[in-house]
């Protein structure tokens, strides 16, 4: 009967793969994120958020190790007013932001975007950038890029 040593075997494979996981997981969050400076051909787009105000995108890609790495920086645009802060616009449609690359799905959430002002969309600013797992190939370029952002609903 093998009853006594079931709780040993669950531990002892309970800790093997705790050992195994904890070298892994700090490799892969180091190479995830990371800081660059702006480049100058970086896609901007305004978002409007009519009649409340608008905000603004600044995003280029680069190559990282063979696969392509999105960066970006966001910034608010003229005549905000308290309904998009209060209904926490920027937020959610940072949220809900797909990166497309032509047709090529690369990352939905912009979340890690840097916070600047339309001033900072200058190239050498430094912005966030986020690995996707799409291989890098000759041709793209920041002429590519597509955005898909749904509507939000903005309560007053």
Same mark, same amino acid.
């Given at each position: 009967?093998?009853?006594?040593?079931?709780?040993?075997?669950?531990?002892?494979?309970?800790?093997?793969?705790?050992?195994?996981?904890?070298? $892994?997981a700090p490799s892969v969050a180091?190479?995830?994120?990371?800081?660059?400076?702006?480049?100058?051909? +970086? !896609? %901007? #787009?305004?978002?409007?958020?009519?009649?409340?105000?608008?905000?603004?995108?600044?995003i280029t890609i680069r190559e $990282?190790?063979?696969?392509?790495?999105?960066?970006?920086?966001?910034?608010?645009?003229?005549?905000?007013? +308290? !309904? %998009? #802060?209060?209904?926490?616009?920027?937020?959610?449609?940072?949220?809900?932001?797909?990166?497309?690359?032509?047709?090529?799905?690369?990352?939905?959430?912009?979340?890690?975007?840097?916070?600047?002002?339309?001033?900072?969309?200058?190239?050498?600013?430094?912005?966030?950038?986020?690995?996707?797992?799409?291989?890098?190939?000759?041709?793209?370029?920041?002429?590519?890029?597509?955005?898909?952002?749904?509507?939000?609903?903005?309560?007053?």
């Amino acid at each position: 009967m093998n009853f006594p040593f079931q709780p040993l075997r669950t531990c002892l494979l309970g800790l093997s793969l705790a050992i195994g996981l904890s070298g $892994v997981a700090p490799s892969v969050a180091q190479t995830t994120g990371f800081t660059t400076p702006l480049v100058k051909d +970086a !896609y %901007v #787009i305004e978002i409007p958020f009519k009649p409340y105000g608008s905000m603004y995108y600044a995003i280029t890609i680069r190559e $990282v190790q063979g696969k392509v790495a999105v960066c970006g920086i966001w910034a608010e645009g003229d005549r905000w007013q +308290a !309904y %998009v #802060i209060k209904g926490h616009l920027p937020m959610r449609v940072r949220g809900v932001t797909t990166v497309m690359l032509g047709d090529t799905y690369l990352l939905k959430g912009v979340g890690f975007f840097t916070q600047g002002e339309k001033e900072d969309f200058v190239t050498g600013t430094p912005v966030n950038c986020q690995m996707t797992n799409v291989p890098w190939r000759r041709g793209y370029s920041n002429k590519m890029i597509n955005l898909r952002i749904p509507r939000l609903r903005v309560i007053a």
